[in-house]
C-alpha cells in the first residue's frame, strides 16, 4: 500500500511520521484494508486498531450458525439487542467467544427457552455490559496512557495489555453472575400456588424508594464533563455500600438511584442513611421519596403504579427530605419521627396523594 498517496502520513513529520507509517505497515500486514486505515485515521482511532484486532472479529452470522447451530437471523437480532451497530450476514463482526455464546443460546432453545425470553436476557446483558466496558476502557486509558505517545507506542501497548488483561475479566465476570444469581435463588419463593400454576407469582407488593441529586442538570452547565461523572460515580458508590438486605439497590442513572425492599422501615433507614452521606461527601444535595404497593418485577427492575409514584414523590420532595406516602408512613410509624408534608396532585394519579417526611429518630446514648 502507498500510505503516502492516500494521504494516511498528511501533516506529519519526523518521530510521528515514522512511527505513523511503522504502525500502518503492522496493521496492513495483520490485514486491515486501505478503507479501513483511512476510516481510522479519519476517526483519530489508528493507535486502537491494534486492540480491535486481539478482541478479534472474524467470522460472519453464516459462519457462526454452521459452527453453532443458531440461526443468522437470531445471532444478528442478539447483536443489535446487546447495543452493537448493525450488521449484515456475510459481515465479519464476530469472534471465537461469539461461536461459544451462540452454542449456549441454542442450548437454551433446545432444554425449553422461548427465542424472547433470550431476547430479553440479552437486552439486559447488552445495557450492563455496555457500561462495563466503557468503565474498564477508560480505566485502561487512565492508567496505561502515557505522555507523548506515538500512535505506535499506544497501539502496540494497549494491544499487549488487551491480550494479557482481558482473558482475566472472565472469571471475575463469572464469579459476580454466580453471586448474584445465588443471592437472588435465596431470595425467590416458589410455593404451591406456584407450582401449580407453572409460572412464577407476578405483581409483589414491595417498597419502593427513588433517590436524585438536586441541581444536576444546572451543574453540568458549571463543570466539566469529566468532573460531572465524577460526581455520578461518587453518588452509585454511596448508594451501592449502603444497600444491605433486605433492600436492593436496583439501578443508578446518571444522578439517581432505584432501591426496593419487601420490609419498609430498612429502606426509610437506608434512604435517610444516603441523604446524609451525600452531604458529608460534598456532593449536591440529595432528595428522596418512597412508595408501597404492588410491582411487577422484570429483568432486574420493578414496575408499576407505585413505582411511578415513588419517582413522582421524588420530584416534590425538598433537597435533603425522605418523603413518603401514606401507607409507607403507616408501616413504620413507630421507628422514625414524621412530620406532615402536604397533599399534592401528581400526574397519571386522580386523587391527591397524603405525604410525610421521614427523619430518624434521636435516641439517647448509653451510659
Known amino acids: ?3 503516502e498517496q492516500a494521504g494516511l502520513l498528511d501533516g506529519l513529520s519526523g518521530d510521528e511520521r515514522t512511527a505513523r507509517k511503522q504502525l500502518l505497515e503492522q496493521l496492513a500486514n495483520d490485514g486491515f484494508s486501505l478503507e479501513e486505515l483511512k476510516d481510522a485515521v479519519a476517526e483519530d482511532r489508528l493507535a486502537l486498531l491494534p486492540v480491535e ?24 437480532r442478539i447483536r443489535r439487542l446487546l447495543g452493537l451497530p448493525e450488521a449484515k450476514p456475510d459481515e465479519r463482526v464476530f469472534s471465537d467467544e461469539d461461536i461459544e455464546a451462540a452454542k449456549s443460546a441454542q442450548l437454551f432453545l433446545e432444554v425449553g427457552a422461548s427465542e424472547e425470553a433470550i431476547v430479553e436476557i440479552t437486552r439486559v446483558m447488552g445495557e450492563s455490559m455496555s457500561r462495563l466496558a466503557a468503565a474498564v476502557a477508560a480505566t485502561f486509558a487512565e492508567v496505561f496512557l502515557q505522555p507523548g505517545d506515538t500512535e505506535e507506542e499506544l497501539g502496540m501497548r494497549f494491544a499487549s495489555l488487551a491480550q494479557r488483561l482481558t482473558p482475566a475479566l472472565g472469571p471475575a465476570l463469572i464469579a459476580g453472575f454466580n453471586a448474584h444469581l445465588r443471592d437472588t435463588v435465596r431470595r425467590a419463593m416458589i410455593g404451591r400456588a406456584e407450582r401449580e400454576a407453572g409460572q412464577v407469582a407476578g405483581a409483589q407488593e414491595i417498597a419502593v424508594c427513588f433517590a436524585d441529586l438536586v441541581g444536576f442538570t444546572r451543574l453540568g452547565g458549571e463543570i466539566d464533563v469529566q468532573e460531572l461523572g465524577t460526581v455520578a460515580g461518587r453518588l452509585a458508590g454511596l448508594a451501592a455500600e449502603l444497600a444491605e438486605p433486605p433492600v436492593r439497590l436496583i439501578k443508578t442513572i446518571g444522578d439517581a438511584a432505584m432501591f426496593v425492599s419487601p420490609e419498609t422501615p430498612p429502606l426509610i433507614a437506608v434512604a435517610l442513611a ?5 452531604e458529608q461527601a460534598d456532593l449536591p444535595s440529595l432528595r428522596a421519596g418512597i412508595a408501597f404497593g404492588p410491582a411487577q418485577p422484570r429483568a432486574g427492575d420493578f414496575y408499576g403504579h407505585f413505582v411511578n409514584i ?16 401514606e401507607e409507607v408512613k403507616d408501616l413504620a410509624a413507630d421507628q422514625f419521627r414524621w412530620s406532615f408534608a402536604g397533599r399534592h396532585r401528581l400526574k397519571g394519579v386522580a386523587e391527591r396523594i397524603t405525604l410525610y417526611r421521614a427523619r430518624a429518630i434521636n435516641r439517647p446514648k448509653s451510659g
Open 53 to 76: 484486532r486481539v478482541l478479534g472479529a472474524r467470522y460472519t452470522a453464516r459462519e457462526i450458525e454452521e459452527r453453532s447451530g443458531l440461526p443468522t437471523g437470531l445471532m444478528l
Open 1 to 3: 500500500m502507498n500510505f
Open 274 to 278: 444516603f441523604v446524609e452521606a451525600v
Open 310 to 325: 415513588a419517582s413522582r414523590v421524588t420530584g416534590i420532595a425538598r433537597p435533603g427530605s425522605v418523603v413518603c406516602t
